[in-house]
């Protein structure tokens, strides 16, 4: 199985890109924990909250991986199958440093520990779009966070793109990059 991870600052696009690229490889895309994480205990979150996110996040990827193994019954899965994950640990690692200043040890070890084929990297190009759970609007955090995305990036070894332009250029571009490496 390939593993695509879809990274970036809120508002970029990731949760809409991972929902369109499951549907053009006909397969399943692993949301974003944090998300239904929120929306159940409320949007104020602590450094221990992270924590849990990043838990339920590594332990979500893990039950949709099982899925596409045993195959999913709805699913025409194509061969090899593609998982795409709207959040990672270097999501939880970037998260956290910028929030707190400090990152759990848990996260940093998963952060070494995932493996991903592809990273696609959301550029901040796309208009903020107001969302209760989301915190930067300003220009200066979102060129901030994506900087430090991109450091990270840089400092590993599987490939990683970019990916910027209005919803249509981001899916074309994405399918480009996923399909060098099929």
Known sequence: MLKVAIIGPESTGKSTLCRQLAEHYQTLWVPEYARAYLQEHGKSYN???LLEIAKGQWALEREYEEKIKVGEPALNIQHPAILFSDTEMYVMKVWAEFVFGKCHHW?????????????????IDLAWTYDVLREYPAPE???????MYKDILINQPVPWAIISGDYQQ?????ITAVDRIL
């Open 107 to 123: 996260i940093i070890d998963k952060a070494v520990e995932q493996h991903y084929d592809l990273y696609l990297l959301c550029n």
């Open 47 to 49: 450094y221990d909250s």
């Open 141 to 147: 955090p979102r060129q901030r966070l994506f900087r």
């Open 170 to 174: 981001r899916l074309s571009e994405s």
